[in-house]
T-cell receptor, first 113, second 115 residues
Framework: ETGVTQTPRHLVMGMTNKKSLKCEQH?????MYWYKQSAKKPLELMFV???????ENNSVPSRFSPECPNSSHLFLHLHTLQPEDSALYLC????????????FGDGTRLSIL | AQSVTQLDSHVSVSEGTPVLLRCNYS??????LFWYVQHPNKGLQLLLK??????LVKGINGFEAEFKKSETSFHLTKPSAHMSDAAEYFC?????????????FGSGTRLLVRP
């Protein structure tokens, strides 16, 4: 049991659709993260929320919109995505601090038609 | 900026033989280093972490890693591979950013275990 739950596990959508990815953590952590994992590329950090405030946006296109309503929940809202956005999207959480490991969910496999 | 380099994209071993996955890092100060494992269709699971205490770190499932500052290395080892060890392994360094920290991931090493 991972402690970080992501839904849905799989999502297929057209380029004009709007959908949202959900992440929930039950570990009492105060920081949450969205990552993109594409084939043959290192894991890419997309967004970081610390104490429910966004502290980093790694120049992610505006078609990705994060939301962190509280320390246990994180969303990634998607609209007008491109085929190159097909990837595994991973959510993670941690306690703040450089030595604190992140705990990952199992991801949402996103396919854009 | 900090970085990690995983020297092998693929490693193949026979079941019961030792495993060595190599990682070099660059850091301007004493880093926090991690190894994660990812099985197919799963998220990343923490194997072990180094945070400037003992240089030999023991992790889960019989894995361990040794921090060598003089070589800027943090190689992952296991004495005897098991079929269930077949997965992708990531070496990771923690980097400070503004008021928070972020993880810098290596490109991964895929471990194949032959029967």
């Amino acid at each position: 049991e991972t402690g970080v739950t992501q839904t849905p596990r799989h999502l297929v959508m057209g380029m004009t659709n709007k959908k949202s990815l959900k992440c929930e953590q039950h570990l009492g952590h105060n920081a949450m993260y969205w990552y993109k994992q594409s084939a043959k590329k290192p894991l890419e950090l997309m967004f970081v929320y610390s104490l429910e405030e966004r502290v980093e946006n790694n120049s992610v296109p505006s078609r990705f919109s994060p939301e962190c309503p509280n320390s246990s929940h994180l969303f990634l809202h998607l609209h007008t995505l491109q085929p190159e956005d097909s990837a595994l999207y991973l959510c993670a959480s941690s306690q703040e601090g450089g030595s604190q490991p992140q705990h990952f969910g199992d991801g949402t496999r996103l396919s854009i038609l | 900026a900090q970085s990690v380099t995983q020297l092998d994209s693929h490693v193949s071993v026979s079941e019961g033989t030792p495993v060595l996955l190599r990682c070099n890092y660059s850091s301007s100060y004493s880093p926090s280093l991690f190894w994660y494992v990812q099985h197919p269709n799963k998220g990343l699971q923490l194997l072990l972490k180094y945070t400037s205490a003992a240089t030999l770190v023991k992790g889960i499932n019989g894995f361990e890693a040794e921090f060598k500052k003089s070589e800027t290395s943090f190689h992952l080892t296991k004495p005897s591979a098991h079929m269930s060890d077949a997965a992708e392994y990531f070496c990771v360094v923690s980097e400070r950013m503004d008021s928070s920290y972020k993880l810098i991931f290596g490109s991964g090493t895929r471990l194949l275990v032959r029967p």
